[in-house]
């Protein structure tokens, strides 16, 4: 019975997953002239990852027939759900209105607010998302009309690297704020550890602080505790004093400022905060793969869920030579060589 049942199950499922294709093709009735994409992104303009991201996607999307339009939940500087939701109410009235064939939907925030509740299971638009961290399942994905490029941080080769640079190290402590990114960043990272080994550096910790005061403390805390930081994300610490978003700029001139400790960063956003090292995670990377499958169900007019889910695989690897020299570590020549951004 569990096999008729799971044929049973699997002709159901390919029949959603053509109805939807079949859909895709017929919904907005003016496809046939313009082809349109709505990009929702999760941040604002400005934002490193943002900007390198929707560059990705551009890339993907070159040339005449594609019309691009741009929208922002402004997520990492708007903290209150209410608003957060608001905004995507104001986006789904836009995506009903302009009737795009496909939406991108970038990082966790456009899925929290938009795609799970509103977008997924639709006969259109068709929709992909990227830069996510959570776990599929946590938004029922893939579905018929779903699919897209999970996030990936390249935390067994960024501890290498660091423990190549300083040999002396042995152990590292990771910090991250306390937003729901960082909490699927953390499960990561405890994920790879248990299916993969130990890391190259021991983890004497692994924490997430809500505020920019209790970042202070646990920074000067594991000055005698860590022989290594690696920094997660540290958009979204709050102030005790004010209540509002610390600058993340803030954050890292003062990080900077009090650290003695080689550092370690994981995505693009590292390149401009002064940390040591790290084998970055590309979203160039992410929003070029999500351009390109966004293509593939513009050009072959296919339902979303008919491609997989991809995981971004390149890793850049950054040398910050001023922070090594404030730190009086020397960088051979060789990891010079290698590297793919070299801070001078």
């Known amino acids: 019975m569990r096999w008729f049942r799971a044929i049973i199950f699997l002709t159901l499922l390919a029949l959603h997953v053509l109805g939807a294709a079949q859909a895709a093709r017929q919904a907005p009735a003016e496809a046939g002239a313009v082809q349109r994409v709505l990009v929702v992104h999760s941040y604002n303009p400005g934002y490193i990852w943002t900007d390198t991201l929707a560059k990705g996607i551009q ?16 997520a990492k500087r708007d903290l209150d759900p209410e608003s957060l939701a608001a905004k995507a109410q104001a986006i789904l009235r836009r995506i009903e209105h302009w009737r795009p064939q496909v939406v991108i939907a970038s990082d966790d925030a456009a899925q929290i607010y938009l795609t799970q509740p509103f977008l997924k299971g639709r006969p259109w638009p068709q929709v992909i998302f990227c830069g996510v961290n959570a776990p599929l399942k946590t938004y029922g994905f893939p579905a018929a009309n779903v699919s897209g490029v999970r996030e990936r941080w390249h935390f067994r080769e960024s501890f290498a690297l660091l423990k190549k640079l300083a040999p002396r190290a042995t152990r590292a402590a990771m910090l991250s704020d ?20 130990p890391f190259a550096l021991a983890l004497v910790a692994s924490e997430q602080v809500q505020t920019f005061q209790q970042w202070q403390r646990k920074v000067q805390d594991y000055q ?13 610490l709050r102030d005790e004093r004010t209540g509002g978003v610390v600058p993340p700029e803030t954050v890292m001139a003062w990080t900077n400022a009090a650290n003695r400790l080689p550092s370690i960063g994981f995505t693009d956003y590292a390149v401009g905060g002064g940390l040591l090292c790290g084998v970055l995670e590309s979203a160039h990377e992410q929003g070029y793969l999500a351009g390109t499958m966004a293509r593939q169900v513009l050009e072959k007019k296919l339902a979303a869920g008919a491609l997989p889910v991809r995981t971004n695989v390149r890793g850049t690897v950054l040398l910050n030579l001023k922070t090594a020299e404030r730190l009086g570590l020397r960088i051979p020549f060789e990891f010079i060589q290698a590297a793919g951004i070299i801070i001078k």
Request: proline share 2%.
């Open 59 to 74: 890339g993907a999307l070159p040339g005449d027939g594609i019309t691009l339009e741009t929208h922002y939940l402004d």
């Open 224 to 236: 005698t505790r860590a022989d290594a930081l690696a920094l997660g994300l540290y958009h979204s």
């Open 178 to 197: 306390g937003s729901e990114s960082s909490a699927y960043v953390l499960a990561d990272l405890a994920q790879d550890q248990r299916q993969n080994g």
